[in-house]
Structures are given as C-alpha cells and as structure tokens.
C-alpha cells in the first residue's frame, strides 16, 4: 500500500481558518483536506470544491421509483391478473397516486443515502484514518500533502504564520480497511487552483 | 466566519458560556457516565410494561382476535385507536427535523435529535396494531405485493389499507434514514472521545468511518436537505393516507373530505406535545437545560395551540357540516350519539382536552412555565386519544341497523396490548438517551455563534460601542469616521 506524507495543522476558530486556506491555495501547497466537527458554510467554496451533484442522482432514483409503481400496478391491473374489485376501473390513476407517491419518496431517499455512503465511502467497520482526534470536537484540521516539490519544514513553518496550532507530520499507509484516508482524485476543481498559483 | 446575522433582540438558542469543547462535553459526557438512579427506575418499569405487552398479545396470538372485546358492530377499537394515535406522535419529529430546517427555524437544532427518534419509535409502536389486528400475524406478509405461489395473486392497490402498508412503512424508512445520517457525525465525535476498547469499537461501527471531511460535509448538508424536502411532503401524505382509511368508506361520521388537513393537524398536535413531555424529562435528567431552553418550549407551545385550534375549528366544521348537510345518518351521528349518546363522554373529554385547555398557551406566562407545559402536554396527548378514540368508536357504535346497535369496553389484552407499546416506546427511548447524543452537537455547533448567549452578549457589546462611536464622530472629523469602521471591521474578524 502507498504511504503518504502529510502535514498537519489545527485551528481554534474557523474565522481564522478561513483566510488560512487562502493563503495555503495561493502559495500553491498541496490541499489535501480539511476536517471540521461541524459543516462550515462555504468552506468547500474557499477549498475550490466541485459542488455535489447528490440531488441530480436524488431526481433520478426518485423517477425511477415513481416508474416503477406506476408500471407495475397497471401491469398487475391489467394484463397480469386483470380482476374486476367493485366494478372500479382497471387503471384507476387517482387510486395509483399515494402509493406512486410513496415509493417516489422510498426510491429517492434509500437511492441518496446508499450515494452518500458510497461517495464518501462510509460504511460500518470502515474506519479511517483520524489526523486529529479533536477534528470532531472542536478543531478544523487542515492536512496538506508533501509532494516532491515541497519542503516540509517551510510548510510547517509557513502553516505556523497562518495560525495554524499543533502542526506535525504525519505518515499515513492507504489501505482499504483499517488506517485509510481520504483518496478522490477528482475532488479539486484543478484549473482553478492553478489559476491561483499564476 | 458565520455570514447569517440574527438578531440580538431573538432570545438565544444556547444558554451559558459555551465554546464548541463545551457543547461537546455537555452533550456527550452523559454517555460515558454511569446513568442515575432515575434511570434505572424508569429503564424498570418500562421495561416491565414492555413485558405485560408481550404477554398481552402472545395471549391474543394464541387464543385469536376474539380475546379482544370487538364485536359486529365496532370492529375497529382500541387497536385502531392507538395506531393512529401512535402515528401521529411520530409526526412532530419529521416536523422538527425537515419542515423547520426548510423553513430555517435555528431553534430545532436543540430538539431534532430527540424528536426523530420519538418519531421513529412510535412508528413503530404505530405498525403493531394493524398487524396484530390482522389475527393470523404470521402471515402479516399478504400485504406486500410480490410474485408468489398462490397463482397471480395480487394486493388491492385500490385500498386505502393498502395505501397504509406502503405509507407507513416508507415513513418508518425514510426517518429512520434520517435520523441515521444526522447521527453519523455525533457517533465518530464519540468514538473519537472514547476511553474505553469496546466504546471505541462499537460507536466506531456506528460512525460508519466519519472524519469530518469538507466534501464528506458538502454532501451531507445536501443530503440532509434533499432528505428534508422529501420528507416534508411525505409527513402530510402519512396522515392523510391514515385518515383515508376513515375518509373513502360511507360510514357517517367518517365519510369527510376534511379529514385529511385536521389528521395531519392532530398529529403535529399530539407529536408536540409527545416531544415536551419527553424533552421536559431529558432536560432535566440529562441536565441539558443550557440546550433544551424555555424558548424551545415556548415555540413548540405556540405550534400546540396553533395545531389545536385547527383542530377545534374541524370538530366545529363537522358539526356544522352535519347539521347543514341535512343528512339524518350524519346528523344523528353527530348531535345525538356522538356528543350526547351512551360513548359521549369520550366525545367531551375529547373537547375539553384538545379545545379548550390548550387556549391557556396564548398567555406567554403560561407557554414559559415547565410545569404548566408538562400537565398540559400530557392533557393534549389524552385528548388526541380520545380523538382518534370518538371517531373511530362513536361512529360505529350506531350503525344503520339498529339492532346490531352496540357498546363497547376494553378486555385486558387490549390495555395490555397499548401499555405494552408503552413499554416498548419508553425502553427504547431510555436506551435512546444513555447511549446516543440526545442532541445533534454538530448542529448545535453551527448555530453556536449567531444564537449562543455569549456570543450574543459579545455582539450587543460590540453594538453598543459601535453606537457610541457613531455617535462620537459625528460631532467629530471624517478621520475619525475611518477609525470607526476599522474598528468594525476587526470586531468582525473576531
């Protein structure tokens, strides 16, 4: 398994972490992530995120679950056991809606939630690798990858300028179980990023 | 780096001085300690109903639905009645966690938590009856349509019944999802605290792996609103399908186009009132009253006497409709078994509980007061009972013939069978509160600093100097005009 070398920072509040990223996306150092106990609105805006398109794939699997109930009672309606119940019609639309409605609402909500466990690979036994344990807690956790190009002491240095507390290096092995950290090669919107650095 | 301005003026969500360690330690530290003796005590009892209720209906499985006092003529009773009671308990947490989060209410980041989880173990409680209702339970699984052995043999997905098997149990399904990823991030914080091996493995399985991510958060936020908006329409749908199982037959009493909006109305009024009775005993025991404030109870207060004048405005609707109708069965139904006939006692503690007592709620005296709003959660939860209890049993108890004319009472398994759902409701949530966050520390977090009482004293400090400064320099030169917004700006940053 690949091992990687990070650096690690914390920070006490998010009003400093945010001008933080900026200056470590400007400098051109290599974001890895960071970690934050509770969702901070427009953290993956200043990160250079790709906004989620979890809703996109939400519209579809609920499409998919309202076609799925319409076909299938009209097919057991009609041509699979077409039986006469009170003289009602054999495709009775109004009749058809709560289920319809229902399993629209089942399709779309299992459908994202397995997408999101999927996405950011979250399931029981997975377990990952924490850089801080205080990253659910109270500390926003900025990790930044050493490449080639950088000089971990400089960056420690540089990271320690920015407010960053607590800065360390750590050397993480990329495993699927146990010890794994956050792999999406995809995640950064890259031309951006690049911008920044010319 | 919060952007969202709130008021000073609005009363804060938290109490005290809190930084986020703090809300961490308060909310979580209940976990890791051993639970008091209160707990136990009530984790006993309910556990001893729970064990009254299995018998009850082990009794009832064995010997048939005969056991049950149902007859001819009521053929709906009490298991009726508490489903759909039970039911709408549940709608109050769907409420709390989806509507008010699309409607960006800040104050149910202190109650969500709890409330989806009242939701979810009154749904199930809900499920029992109809299925135990159904006599043979053991083959409960004829409701579901699927390619069987019987030759094409299909469920009616005209029926209304039908309709509940599909409602319910996507109900039960969706917030049970709901509640699970809201919980996610709270377990890895307790994993992440964990002193003890088995702690750190079992809240480890639990945490699903969470790190607290930025793009892991960015889908979450996105989950949790999409999962909203679903839900949101999907609360009402609940309730409305529940009450056409009443509303599509031709029975007087039941047969009204009004049922759907004051079920659903009846359901967000007993499922408040579920989640004060609850969260009056969480905040107290739990010691959570920096979190679960006076403020919270207030608003879940103005929400029962808003849904409980809804209500009184149906019975009266009915009422009227009755009457003008001019239909003798209706009429009958209505004016002479209902509110004056051998069941209509149910009929008048019905009214006094869900009409009128609740109008104290229009005093804010009242709304503030823990005591007033614990008596009076416990009347409204009574009173929606004998609601669904009115509808189901008054109307037919008087049917067409009167010679099948009857009355009806209880037999033990059926208390039984409700006190033991009581036991399973009740151990549940004890398990619940020992071993879960009772409250979403994640978003309390996120609300910390536009609503935290001391961030608020911070900010109406800062207004106050701001003010003064104003006021200063407008008997001074522009210089002084620049200092003054330098000031702001740093206060800002801060």
């Given amino acids: 398994m690949a091992v990687k070398n990070f650096v690690v920072a914390s920070f006490s509040d998010e009003a400093v972490l945010f001008p933080a990223v900026k200056k470590v996306r400007t400098a051109g150092y290599k974001l890895h992530d960071v970690y934050t106990p509770f969702p901070v609105h427009g953290l993956d805006h200043a990160m250079g995120l790709r906004e989620t398109s979890l809703h996109t794939a939400g519209f579809v699997y ?137 | 780096m919060h952007l969202k301005y709130e008021s000073t003026l609005r009363e804060p969500l938290v109490d005290g001085v809190k930084d986020y360690h703090q809300v961490t330690e308060d909310i979580i530290s209940p976990i890791e300690a051993k639970p008091g003796k209160l707990w136990y005590v009530g984790f006993f009892i309910s556990l001893m109903l729970l064990a009254f209720g299995a018998f009850s209906v082990t009794w009832e499985v064995y010997y048939g639905t005969g056991v049950w006092n149902l007859n001819k003529t009521i053929g709906w009773g009490w298991d009726i009645t508490n489903f759909v009671w039970w039911v709408g308990i549940g709608h109050a947490g769907t409420l709390i966690s989806a509507i008010l989060l699309l409607f960006r209410q800040g104050w149910r980041t202190g109650v969500n938590r709890a409330a989806e989880a009242m939701t979810i173990f ?22 579901l349509p699927y390619p069987n052995t019987r030759g094409p043999l299909w469920v009616n997905f005209n029926s209304p019944l039908l309709w509940d098997v599909f409602a319910i149990s996507t109900y039960f399904t969706v917030s049970l999802l709901f509640w699970y990823s809201g919980l996610i991030p709270d377990f890895a914080t307790v994993r992440d605290r964990a002193k003890t091996k088995l702690r750190k493995l079992l809240y480890g399985i639990a945490a699903f792996g969470w790190t607290g991510s930025t793009k892991h958060w960015q889908r979450h936020e996105a989950l949790s609103l999409v999962l909203a908006g679903l839900s949101t329409p999907l609360v009402l749908s609940v309730h409305t399908i529940v009450s056409f199982d009443f509303a599509t037959s031709v029975i007087p009493g039941w047969h ?52 409980g004048s809804v209500v009184g405005c149906a ?114 949530f004890f398990l619940f509160s020992k071993y879960f966050p009772v409250i979403a520390v994640a978003e309390i977090k996120s609300v910390l600093k536009t609503s935290g009482e001391s961030y608020k004293k911070g900010m109406e400090q800062y207004e106050q100097q701001s003010a003064e400064q104003f006021e200063a320099g407008l008997h001074h030169d522009d210089d002084h005009h620049h200092d003054a917004h330098g000031a702001v700006a740093h206060a800002h940053h801060n």
Wanted: hydrophobic share 50%.
């Fill in chain 1, 62 to 198: 609920g499409i998919t679950g309202t076609t799925t109930a319409l076909s299938c009672m009209s097919w057991v309606f009609n041509s699979d056991w077409p039986m006469n119940i009170g003289g009602k019609p054999h495709f009775p639309l109004p009749a058809f809606i709560p289920i319809t409605f229902e399993l629209t609402v089942l399709f779309a909500a299992v459908g994202m939630v397995l997408t999101f466990c999927y996405l950011c690979q979250l399931a029981p036994f997975v377990k990952k690798h924490i850089f801080n344990p205080r990253q659910t807690d109270d500390k926003f956790v900025m990790v930044i990858e050493v490449t080639a190009k950088t000089n971990a002491a400089e960056l420690k240095s540089f990271l320690t300028s920015i407010g960053g507390e607590q800065v360390n290096e750590q050397r993480v092995e990329a495993g699927w179980w146990f010890g794994r950290y956050d792999r999406d090669d995809r995640l950064f919107d890259t031309q951006r990023v690049e911008a920044v650095n010319a």
């Fill in chain 2, 122 to 143: 009154a749904v199930m409680c809900a499920g029992q009856f109809p299925i135990f209702h159904m006599g043979r339970v053991w083959m409960a699984f004829f409701v």
């Fill in chain 2, 256 to 307: 009204t186009t009004i049922f759907p909006p004051y079920f659903v109305a009846g359901a967000i009024f007993s499922g408040f009132a579920m989640v004060n009775t609850l969260l009056i005993i969480v905040r107290k025991i739990l010691h959570l009253e920096d979190y679960i404030t006076i403020g919270h109870m207030e608003a879940m207060n103005k929400v029962i006497v808003l849904t």
């Fill in chain 2, 315 to 428: 019975y009266l609707t009915e009422l009227f409709m009755a009457w003008y109708a001019a239909v003798p069965y209706e009429f009958d139904t209505f004016y002479k078994y209902r509110a004056a006939g051998p069941l209509g006692w149910s009929y008048w503690i019905m009214m006094t509980c869900n009409v009128i007592t609740p109008q104290v709620f229009w005093f804010s005296k009242m709304r503030r007061n823990v005591a007033v709003t614990f008596v009076m959660s416990i009347i409204v939860n009574i009173g929606m009972w004998f609601e669904r209890f009115v509808i189901i049993c008054t109307s037919l108890y008087r049917d067409y013939l009167p010679s099948s004319w009857s009355y009806y009472r209880p037999s033990w398994p059926e208390v039984g069978f409700y006190m033991g759902t009581f036991g399973l409701f009740f151990t549940c």
